[in-house]
């Protein structure tokens, strides 16, 4: 505990600026649920599928604050479009693309940001094309609608933000900070 506090202040001092705090971020997720309840709430046999890494921490807040008539059944796909530092490499790569067949069930896919919509726009297209789905919504915890080179709307959006770049509640810069509970900007390059 006192390395994680250390770990935490250090951070906070040196290069992240928090944007959201953790409360904020749960605030905000217990309204997304009742919209997601909304719509959901009588489907038959309603699957959500994260998008691994950067979604886990969203998805796992996010279904405790659903409530449907019916259970869901939650699934992860890896997919990375970033070649590890701030900028996309433009390609979606899949490296763990393992579905059951879920063949015409309703889909929520939950992504943790939408930026270029690359991501995003692939994985709709591969679960029409793979599945047919009944119905087929995105659930984004970050939206930055400024940085969109493919057309892509989430139906569910946590918060529209500016053109920085976030860390933490999830996301990463070169694979650290995902484990912050808050969402936060690099004020600096150095990781
Ligand atoms: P897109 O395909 O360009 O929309 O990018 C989506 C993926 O890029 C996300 O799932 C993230 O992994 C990553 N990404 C985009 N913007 C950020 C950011 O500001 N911080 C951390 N990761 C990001
Ligand atoms: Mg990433």
Known sequence: MAYRAALLKEKILSR???????????????????QVTADFRDLESPVVI???????FFLADLVRNIECRNPLQIEFVRLSSY????????EVHTPYLELPNIRHRH???VEDIIDSGRTARFFKEY???Q???????????????????VPVVADYVGFTIEDFFAV??????????????YLGEMVDGEG
């Open 83 to 90: 070649g590890g530092g701030k900028e996309s490499s433009g």
């Open 50 to 56: 994260g998008v691994m890494k950067g979604a886990v």
């Open 131 to 149: 599945f047919d789905p009944a119905s087929l919504r995105l659930a984004a915890f970050l939206d930055k609608p400024s940085r969109r080179v």
């Open 127 to 129: 679960l029409k094309d």
């Open 16 to 34: 992240i600026k928090e944007v959201f705090s953790a409360a904020q971020i749960q605030k905000r997720i217990a309204e997304m649920g009742a």
């Open 107 to 109: 889909i929520l896919i």
């Open 168 to 181: 933490g509640y999830g996301l990463d810069y070169a694979e650290k900070y995902r484990e912050l509970p």
